[in-house]
């Protein structure tokens, strides 16, 4: 797997003084990509000392992808060239309400939970045979280790940092950063994506699936769609400078 990266002309925010953020984009379960972008930014650190760092992660651990298990193995355990910040995004939600009433599983399912529960050695379709929803609950909570679970429910909905805000899908103009509604900040999309204005602070965020990097004056969107395309996406922030950095 090759690593690849770029620079932004871009200079609307900047980070902490003396301080480089890492921030990754939605890994859907390609445990093989974060690895490859751990490496990366090991590499980037020795090759570039700075005197403090951290990595934000802005959520979607899980689903779609089939190493969702691998992935907060990884997450829960620390393992990570950086100290982390885990953010909550839509996924992740769904998760947790699925732990609380097993009738949400439709819900989870459509957000791509099947590749989740497979990764933990559940087989929704034969235990929704033998018991319907709440029998996939149990059987997926005795599958579930609970550090992945403690990761999940420790997870932030937003994180700030000099001219960044950092969340999983976006904010609304209508609130302050700090009152956000829990759920715009992990699923919304419309009244945000298509602002243009300055929300106060570069919001650096994943949730919509995307091409290419957005790289705009008033947001970063990290999820160039890692379980499809094999891309994801890490932005290294110190000072006014944005590097890029991408598995492909």
Not at 99 to 113: K, R
Request: aromatic share 8%; hydrophobic share 40%.
């Amino acid at each position: 797997m090759t690593i690849r990266s770029f620079s932004s002309a871009l200079r609307t925010a900047d980070a902490p003084p003396g301080m480089r953020l890492y921030a990754i984009g939605d890994i859907h379960g390609r445990a093989d990509l974060l690895h490859a972008l751990a490496e990366a930014i090991a590499e980037d650190v020795a090759a570039r000392p700075c005197r403090q760092a951290v990595t934000i992660f802005v959520g979607d651990y899980i689903d779609r992808g089939l190493g969702s298990n691998g992935v907060l193995k990884r997450l829960s355990s620390g393992d990570f060239p950086t100290p982390i910040v885990a953010l909550r995004g839509n996924h992740e939600d769904a998760l947790l309400r699925f732990l609380d009433d097993a009738e949400s599983l439709d819900d989870w399912v459509d957000n791509g939970a099947l590749t989740t529960l497979h990764s933990y050695g559940v087989d929704a379709g034969a235990e929704v045979a033998i018991g319907g929803a709440s029998r996939v609950r149990v059987k997926f909570l005795a599958h579930f280790p609970k550090e992945h679970r403690r990761f999940i429910e420790e997870t932030r909905l937003w994180a700030e940092y000099g001219g960044y805000f950092f969340c999983h899908a976006g904010v609304r103009r209508s609130h302050l950063l700090h009152l956000q509604n829990p759920h715009d900040l992990m699923w919304i999309r419309e009244g945000f994506l298509d602002d243009e204005r300055s929300f106060g602070k570069v919001i650096v965020h994943g949730h919509t699936p995307h091409r290419d990097v957005e790289d705009l004056p008033n947001r970063i969107n990290l999820d160039t769609q890692a379980f499809k395309t094999g891309v994801l996406t890490a932005v290294a922030l110190e000072g006014f400078e944005r590097r890029f950095i991408q598995t492909a």
